[in-house]
T-cell receptor, first 109, second 116 residues
């Protein structure tokens, strides 16, 4: 079965600190992409970062980076120097367009 | 670039009526569009995938006669909720994908449907 699991329903981080959101997935494909999306209170889905499975190097976008462990089927998101604007729901997305249950990130001033 | 719009953003209707939601890719041609449903404080549930000019592929458990999807052009897909009932009240989100292998989706802002 194609699944995506986010085991942290809610996380809190102090402003300027670093936080890691976890995601595990299952797929039978060998070549695929994984995504992290952010959904702020406006509910507009915003792409945070994308990882290509055939690339061993972890993707990085400014303060956002991933730890992609293909064999373990793990795809965690690290947010460095957290900002108040990072507060949102974060969803990990599977190559078959299946989304995880989400992690609500709170950023404390 | 890669903007997706949805119309309406919010609709209230009476039970038994049908509601059409439009999803448009404004500055690109979308070979594939997706429709999701999101309940409050929950994740996005993929309802169906539509490809231009062909029938939509529905996910298991989604009633295709209830949720009619039409993808008549490369920039427009519509979702019609037929004979809507209060349990159909939800937030509906569409997304569009460019041709190519990176599979990034561009999301619309969503439509809140309330059925009285």
């Amino acid at each position: 079965a194609q699944t995506v699991t986010q085991s942290q329903p809610e996380m809190s981080v102090q402003e300027a600190e670093t936080v890691t959101l976890s995601c595990t997935y299952d797929t039978s494909e060998s070549d695929y992409y994984l995504f992290w999306y952010k959904q702020p209170p406006s509910r507009q889905m915003i792409l945070v970062i994308r990882q290509e499975a055939y690339k061993q190097q972890n993707a990085t976008e400014n303060r956002f980076s991933v730890n992609f462990q293909k064999a373990a089927k793990s795809f965690s998101l690290k947010i460095s120097d957290s900002q108040l604007g990072d507060a949102a729901m974060y969803f990990c997305a599977h190559p078959k367009y299946i989304f995880g249950t989400g992690t609500r990130l709170k950023v404390l001033a | 670039g890669a903007v997706v719009s949805q119309h309406p953003s919010w609709v209230i209707c009476k039970s038994g009526t049908s509601v059409k939601i439009e999803c448009r890719s404004l500055d690109f041609q979308a070979t594939t569009m997706f429709w999701y449903r999101q309940f409050p404080k929950q994740s996005l549930m993929l309802m169906a995938t539509s490809n231009e000019g062909s029938k939509a592929t529905y996910e298991q458990g989604v009633e295709k006669d209830k949720f009619l999807i039409n993808h008549a052009s490369l920039t427009l897909s519509t979702l019609t909720v037929t004979s809507a009932h209060p349990e159909d009240s939800s937030f509906y989100i569409c997304s569009a994908r460019l041709a190519g292998r990176n599979r990034e989706q561009f999301f619309g802002p969503g439509t809140r449907l309330t059925v009285l």
